[in-house]
């Protein structure tokens, strides 16, 4: 038996919107013995996210009789069609004024705000692990990071990943930025996608605190029986601020040398 | 007596704060006060920042005795005996 397919029937169904490219290919074939299967080839392209699957059959002439001989109609699996991939990348300080050799923590979150999974996400555009430093950069080290330290992972869509990295300024007066950004794949189209690349708000690096106390009496001279008050003049003569929290006096010398006042 | 008052304080870079103490004169002498101050680097809390005074003549406090009241053990006249020996006009 010798069976001609004179005609392939498709229907589509789903929410998504595809265009037919090109297709059948071959257009028709000869299927010259019993066994014999012929593979046909459409190519759509999706142009809506949602759904779709495909349903055919193929219609034959026998070549003995001419009779017309329908297949059984195939379903394929569904599809899905996933907007691309967007990573969206943000960043933060743990905080905006550190003192000299003390260190800050930087967050970059990394978000895919798009459809389809990317994966391979580094997120650095160098692929080393510095985050971009600006202004004292030279005097600016990193100490750790990034936690967790997971270069290659992969964002489902909506998921976000934060990463941590620790830094230290180490020159006074300095005032650093840090900006960075990922990068990955989408894991349908294999194309690459990049985040945007944001800066972190300055970081100002100040002198060390220090203090400096002195201790003035009013009155410096009085007689037994009244009230006299210590001034304890606390100077911070770093940059950063401080909270002084305890203070304390104690007699560190006395001698019984006052005599009476003279009397007037 | 009291003190100190403030008990804590915030100080920015170069600036200074008083913290104040009152005490009473019970006895009489020179006194040298020395004192002590701990803070914590608002960058990085709890990291301690200390320091204290240096003993001189400027923290010196010195209380006298008050002064006697002088009596006479002597009665009050009317008139000082010594008027009749005034040397006359």
Partial sequence: MQSVPSNLLTNISGTAGVVQISGPAPASAALVTPTAMASFTWVYQATTVGWFKFSAWATGQDSLNYNWINSAGVVSNVVTVQAPGQLTASMAVQRLTVSENQDVEIHLTVTNTGGAAIQNIWTTDTGTLELGVNGSAASTIRVAGPFPAAPGFTLASGASNTLTWTYRGTAIPGVISFSGMAVGTDQNTGQAVFSNAPTSVSVSVQANPALMMEIYPQPASLTQGNVFTLLLTVTNTGTAGLTADAVGVTVAAWSRSARPLPST | ?89
Avoid: E, H, K
């Fill in chain 2, 1 to 89: 007596m009291t003190g100190p008052v403030p008990a804590v304080q915030a100080i920015p870079g170069g600036q200074a704060r008083i913290f104040t103490y009152t005490y009473s004169a019970t006895s009489t002498g020179v006194f040298n006060f020395t004192g002590g101050v701990y803070g914590y680097d608002g960058n990085l809390y709890p990291l301690p920042v200390s320091a204290s005074n240096v003993v001189a003549a400027a923290n010196q406090v010195t209380v006298y005795q008050n002064s006697p009241n002088l009596l006479s053990p002597w009665p009050r006249r009317s008139a000082a005996p010594w008027a009749s020996c005034a040397p006359s006009s």
